[in-house]
């Protein structure tokens, strides 16, 4: 079973996944991390030994969306917003609660958003910006949701309109990395400014750029220094890039770091002991288990468990020592899965 306080051990027992084996995953259209070159085992890193890790399916989101906001607050999961299956976008919140194995709804964001990013931060979620309907309609409104209240309020315009981007919070600090934006045509046109945000006293100030412009990537955030990894071109998945580049908030300097192996978009990313997971995703051939971790440490990619439900527009939040992936799509472009499965270390 997992070790974890949180989950019930006979849930984790009962379907915790091998990750010894290092096999491909049957169903997937592409293939698994483990057969990527450029991803390798070090014994310097500070990450887990993939040996160690498996994953658990856990009880499944209860309205499967895709292109979701996920946020982990209080030691709850939040899926935020996306598509519904007929491609209509939701304003529906669902919160997973890894003590009980259960969900329960939250109130509804004041509009329908998907391609939204948000982040916990002291005791509030924030969900910044994201598209309205369709690509041609991004949104620059911060919400601002209380738990204790289960409401939502309006707390301010990002400097900047955006959806496809990522968050992440350091020194009290939420910095809104990459994104697109509609251009004078209605095309989507990739956002380089790095817009920052203090949530004690609203201000916005400007870091600098993102070095590749991208949307659809991924951030995260070990020992104070920001990681963005992968994401695509104007919003086209036939675009992949595998930049991995990382921002240092005390220099303002942004650094090339050694790429991501499997170039993708529209996967999940999280941070945990010193490493950056990057997993699921989308591309031309279709939908990626693979999960690849870059330890902060020893500068080096690790390949780790395969996804078991491969996907993309999913989320990923940490809760402890778990990592949860909860929906997301099956196949490239709009599809829809419930899937709710989390990464942990397996007791001995």
């Known amino acids: 079973m997992i070790r974890t306080a949180l989950l019930p051990a006979l849930l984790l027992s009962a379907v915790a996944i091998s990750a ?36 658990a399916s856990l009880a499944p989101v209860p309205s499967p969306r895709s292109e979701v906001a996920v946020a982990a607050l209080d030691g709850l999961v939040y ?106 045509v209605d095309s989507p ?45 104007e919003i086209d998945y036939g675009l992949n890039l595998d930049a991995n580049q990382a921002y240092d908030p005390a220099t303002d300097e942004w650094t090339a770091l050694a790429p991501l192996p499997a170039a993708r978009s529209g996967h999940a990313v999280a941070a945990l002991a010193g490493a950056v997971y990057v997993m699921g995703g989308e591309g031309l051939d279709g939908t990626f288990d693979t999960n690849e971790a870059y330890d902060a440490a020893s500068g080096v990619w690790l390949v780790m468990p395969p996804l078991p439900t491969p996907r993309h527009g999913m989320g990923a939040a940490v809760v402890g020592d778990l990592i949860y992936v909860p929906a997301g799509g099956p196949t490239p472009g709009l599809s829809v899965t419930g899937a709710n499965e989390a990464l942990g270390v397996v007791a001995p």
Not at 127 to 155: I, K
């Open 20 to 55: 010894c084996s290092g096999d491909d995953d049957a169903g997937s259209p592409t293939p698994s991390g483990d057969s990527s070159p450029a991803a390798t085992a070090s014994p310097s890193a500070t990450a887990p030994d993939p040996g160690s890790l498996a994953w």
């Open 79 to 184: 899926v935020i917003g996306g598509f519904e299956a007929s491609g209509v976008t939701t304003q529906t919140v669902e919160v997973y609660d890894p003590a009980t194995d259960s969900w329960s709804p939250a109130a509804p964001l004041p509009e329908p958003r998907h391609h939204a990013a948000a982040i916990g931060y002291e005791g509030r979620l924030y969900v910044f910006g994201g598209y309205l309907a369709s690509f041609r309609s991004p949104t620059s409104t911060v919400f601002e949701y209380d738990p204790a209240t289960d409401q939502w309020a309006d707390v301010a315009q990002m400097p900047r309109i955006r959806g496809g981007h990522a968050v992440a919070e350091v020194g009290g600090r939420v910095y809104l990395i990459g994104g697109a934006t509609a251009g004078p």
């Open 189 to 233: 046109i990739n956002v380089p400014e790095v817009d920052v945000w203090d949530p004690t006293t609203g201000e916005w100030s400007e870091a600098a750029p993102l070095p590749t412009m991208r949307d659809h990537l991924g951030v995260a955030a070990v020992d104070g220094i920001i990681y963005a990894i992968g994401g695509r071109i």
